[in-house]
């Protein structure tokens, strides 16, 4: 930890003639730092971004139309005038055309060479989040990016910092409180397993490799291994104790950036659950849909008559504004400090905490006081919704009001010869896809622990207080969030303007 205390003019200072490589800027939270940074230090060297891209041109058109030209950046607009503004981001910001799924991410020698010249800091954001994404998919960007960054962070002459992005959800479905501890090598979070990386990623071209001798036809064999890869994830996954693709693959990631950085000075930070911008620069500005999202969407719709959640259980969320803020500080923190290994939860359950009760409130007030118009322009009535405390309830109730007439109709279409053939595959599909989707997103639902944020409150204790416009410009503190308000001002409208546009 750095001497002395931290408030906003030594952070922003920090950055000045940093150059700074970020992964995943495209990404809502990686949007958000970049902005940020450019916004509270315009005087920052270089910020280079990552992105697929089949070349610079295309890396260049992708940053505008995905990155700075979102509504995230109208300060700066306003700061800079259109055609300064555009000066500026041409000055300030480098597109890369790359992938940290390849070694050396994909970039030829002499940009890496620059690149290992000029970096002070590295911010990789990089991520697929998709809980049952395909495990070969999920290797390459959440576990062997992290390896080839690491590779390329070792060849920097001036790094001062590797700030890891993962996800508080990736110390499994415990309750109870769950500590800021890194996970060591083989760590499972099963008895009797052991975890090796190398032997997963084996597995992957194994299987793989089996698909091929089968023999299937070119269009099929891509169905079948894009199945087999998203269900091998999965049995992974639950195998070592995890509950889905994403969140075991990001435990892996951490695993690997323990194991390999070495000294250079590394900050893991774990989000839970990232919401829309609490207050700067655009209050309920978001990107995606999240989980919790799905109740709002249900009832602005209003084509959602049931949801899976316990009200009374704490929904673990924090907005984008304050996950940025306390990147930037945890990077000035620990800038320098070689061999560090540092993690952060960035969370509010255990300080702030929000119960699914909550949000389900803050959504009934506002539609019944600013009531959706449909097409006709007449008012969508506002309805109830019911929700299952379990599992095994919701399952019934999907076996009485699905399953059974299912059954039924497909004894009708016996009766009558495959007369209703395509309407029962077509029902029977939609309903496996649901209780599918109970059985991916089931334990994150119902996620029973409370994250502690001791590491995160220090960093917060070394802000020195301060007054005047500077006092929130790098606010990461919960306690600050009154969430009835911030829901119902914020993070709703947000939804509505952002999402349901």
Not at 51 to 58: N, Y
């Amino acid at each position: 930890m750095m001497d002395g205390s931290l408030d906003a003019e030594k952070i922003a200072a920090y950055f000045k003639g940093k150059s700074i490589l970020v992964t995943g800027a495209t990404g809502f939270l990686g949007k958000i730092l970049v902005e940020k940074i450019l916004r509270v230090q315009p005087d920052v060297r270089k910020i280079y971004l990552l992105v697929r891209a089949i070349d610079a041109e295309s890396a260049k058109q992708r940053v505008e139309a995905e990155v700075t030209d979102a509504e995230l950046f109208c300060l700066l607009r306003e700061k800079h005038g259109k055609g300064g503004f555009e000066l500026f981001v041409d000055e300030k910001i480098v597109p890369l055309a790359g992938d940290v799924i390849f070694e050396n991410m994909g970039l030829d020698a002499p940009m890496l060479e620059e690149l290992a010249k000029e970096v002070d800091i590295i911010v990789n954001g990089a991520a697929t989040t998709n809980f049952y994404e395909r495990y070969d998919v999920a290797l390459d960007v959440n576990v062997m990016g992290v390896r080839y960054l690491c590779q390329f962070a070792k060849k920097c002459a001036n790094l001062k910092m590797l700030l890891h992005v993962s996800t508080a959800f990736a110390a499994g479905d415990r309750e109870g409180l769950i500590m800021e501890k890194p996970f060591k090598k083989g760590e499972t979070l099963k008895e009797g397993t052991y975890l090796d990386i190398d032997v997963e990623l084996r597995l992957v071209g194994d299987v793989k490799k089996e698909l091929l001798q089968d023999g299937v036809g070119s269009g099929d064999h891509d169905k079948t291994e894009r199945k087999a890869m998203k269900e091998l994830g999965l049995q992974r996954s639950r195998h070592f104790g995890w509950s889905n693709t994403y969140v075991f693959t990001k435990a892996m990631g951490e695993m690997l950036l323990g194991q390999l950085h070495g000294a250079i000075p590394v900050v893991i930070l774990r989000p839970s659950i990232i919401t829309s911008i609490f207050r700067d620069p655009v209050p309920g500005w978001m990107q995606g849909t999240r989980t919790i999202d799905t109740i709002i969407i249900g009832y602005a719709k209003q084509n959602l008559s049931c949801f899976l959640a316990d009200l009374e259980l704490t929904m673990d969320v924090i907005p984008g504004d304050m996950v940025a803020n306390a990147m930037m500080a945890a990077m000035v923190a620990h800038s320098g400090e070689e061999g560090a290994e540092v993690m952060y939860h960035t969370t509010s359950s255990l300080r702030n905490p929000a119960p699914y009760g909550v949000l389900y409130e803050s959504g009934r007030r506002h539609f019944y006081e600013n009531p959706r118009l449909g097409k006709d322009g007449r008012v969508i009535p506002t309805k109830e919704m019911h929700f299952f405390k379990t599992i095994a309830s919701f399952h019934l109730y999907m076996l009485v009001k699905y399953k059974l007439p299912l059954e039924i109709l497909h004894l009708v279409n016996l009766l009558l010869c495959g007369l209703f053939s395509q309407l029962y595959e077509d029902l029977n599909r939609k309903y496996k896809f649901v209780v599918h989707l109970v059985d991916v997103y089931g334990p994150f639902a119902f996620f029973r622990g409370c994250f502690d944020d001791m590491n995160l409150e220090r960093l917060r204790l070394t802000m020195a207080a301060t007054t005047g416009p500077e006092e929130d410009l790098f606010n990461f503190d919960p306690k600050t969030i009154d969430w009835n308000e911030y829901f119902y001002k914020i993070h709703i409208p947000g939804i509505l303007k952002y999402v349901l546009k």
